[in-house]
């Protein structure tokens, strides 16, 4: 057994809510560099410049680089050869949210869905654990804003659909939300699983970089298929009209009910926020 | 790309009617920051016949919640956030001589109608853009409900705050329009 004190998850947690939200990562800065070569609309290539000088200002002035600072999403991989000692990994996960969003100067957004009354701390974080082999724990740190969450969905279709409806439906999620997610967007999809299980792949596929390719040759090309589908709607930057409506579009994908075609849209604004690091 | 139109708040009808779709536009002076839940608070001041926390006519409203300033900054990032959310309280300020909002995304048929029938604009703002956005507020200071945080309602001073307009009075819509020349 190897043993994680929780003051290191606290400070990594700390750490990693204030650099994701004032650094974009190069993938993505890359991948607003490729799209202005590409973008035809001229207020397009204009949003593309500002974004990429607003990145450049948040990371030397330490301010975040949307305001919308999210949800605090964290995923957990924990070697089952870890023993966490001095508390439990949610508690010490919620301090280095609490630390970071206060320390960093960071939006607190998380507030109770009737009386809409705000926790003030930016707590509670959204926690996915999962227990893997060896004696590592792995931490990813994904900001999530709301108004990318709010155009997300998740539906059941019928198998006869087949790819195409699927496809189908990931287009019409796209050309529904329109300007609302803050296009250029990152498209995630999750496809298969149960109702919950494909949200879940669909957020997940969010933390793949930029410019990587899927493993999955089959699904490799349907992303640039279904990427080239949604470019040809004409959204554009910040919707007003253009070829750069989504930067990429990522699938996970995994077996399912013989009843069922789980299909989730997860969309991602430009701020595709996400740091990760091993203890 | 066109050059930019100047101009200072408070807004005039006739400083909106000659504004058209696709316009960028570069504004300087007061304007006031709400988000829903301010919004519906106006609303219900309204509806009870109470004053405002400030004086509607010819004003700005930008659809923000700030983050936390620095020390020695006036503002954190404040970029728009997605203006749908208001669209249920806009007409209403909109026909008490609101003439402005700033935010981002697709409003509704009811706020474009107001719009055109009150002569209003709605200006967007490049969403995701806070840090940038930020360097053009000069200062900002809660003018009403400190308790909602960052929904609180602002008074901006913002110089060449940099904005494009989305729907004109004259029923444009630079969403559908863009959409239009670039699909294919």
């Known amino acids: 057994m190897r043993e994680i004190h929780v003051n290191e998850i606290t400070n990594a947690i700390r750490d990693m809510a204030i650099h994701s939200n004032t650094e974009l990562g190069e993938d993505v800065l890359n991948s607003f560099k490729e799209a202005l070569e590409r973008e035809e609309s001229p ?20 301010i975040p680089m949307c305001q919308d600072t999210g949800l605090a999403v964290v995923f957990v991989e924990l070697g089952q050869d870890v023993h966490i000692v001095g508390g439990t990994l949610r508690d010490a996960v919620e301090e280095g949210v609490r630390r970071g969003y206060d320390e960093g100067y960071l939006r607190k957004s998380a507030c109770h869905p009737f009386t809409r009354q705000n926790t003030g701390d930016n707590t509670p974080a959204i926690i996915h654990i999962d ?50 997610p803050c296009p250029p967007t990152i498209v995630g999809v999750g496809i298969g699983g149960t109702f919950e299980q494909a949200a879940l792949l669909a957020k997940k596929s969010l933390l793949r970089p930029l410019g990587s ?11 640039k298929e279904w990427l080239e589908d949604i470019n040809r709607l004409g959204i554009g930057p910040q919707g007003l009209g253009g070829r750069t409506t989504s930067l990429a579009v990522h699938i996970n994908m995994m077996m399912c009910h013989i009843a069922s075609l789980p299909v989730a849209v997860n969309i991602q604004c430009h701020s595709a926020r996400h740091k990760e690091v091993e203890l | 790309m066109e050059q930019a ?16 779709i696709g316009d960028r536009v570069i504004l300087t002076g007061v304007i006031f920051t709400a988000r829903d839940a301010a919004h519906k608070r106006l609303i219900q001041l309204l509806e009870t016949g109470e004053s405002l926390p400030f004086d509607l006519q010819g004003q700005v409203i ?27 309280y806009a007409p209403e ?19 474009k109608d107001a719009m055109q029938q009150h002569k209003a604009v709605y200006f967007a703002a490049i969403g995701g853009a806070g840090a940038l956005m930020a360097q053009s507020i000069l200062s900002a200071e809660v003018i009403a409900y400190p308790e909602l945080g960052p929904e609180a309602i602002r008074r901006l ?28």
């Open chain 2, 5 to 20: 139109i100047r101009l200072t708040t408070p807004l005039t009808s006739a400083d909106v009617e000659k504004l058209r």
């Open chain 1, 43 to 62: 207020a397009g290539k204009d949003i593309l410049q500002r974004l990429i000088e607003n990145a450049r200002i948040a990371k030397e002035e330490l």
């Open chain 1, 131 to 180: 227990l893997v082999a060896g004696d590592r724990l792995k931490l990813i740190f994904a900001p999530k804003g709301g108004g990318s969450e709010n155009m997300s969905r998740v539906t059941m279709l019928t198998p006869a659909v087949g790819v195409q409806g699927v496809k189908e439906f990931v287009v019409q999620r796209v050309k529904e939300a329109g300007p609302n």
């Open chain 2, 62 to 88: 930008y659809y923000v919640g700030p983050s936390p300033a620095k020390p020695g900054r006036p503002i954190g990032a404040a970029g728009p956030t997605t203006s749908y959310r208001m669209d249920a």
């Open chain 2, 93 to 111: 300020l909109i026909s008490r001589g609101l003439k402005g909002m700033i935010g981002k995304g697709a409003r509704n048929q009811a706020v």
């Open chain 1, 213 to 223: 390719s899927n493993p999955d040759p089959e699904l490799d090309r349907l992303e």
């Open chain 2, 157 to 184: 001073e913002v110089k060449d705050f940099p904005v494009i307009v989305v729907n004109d009075t004259h029923g444009g819509d630079l969403y559908v329009e863009g959409v239009k020349t670039y699909a294919r």
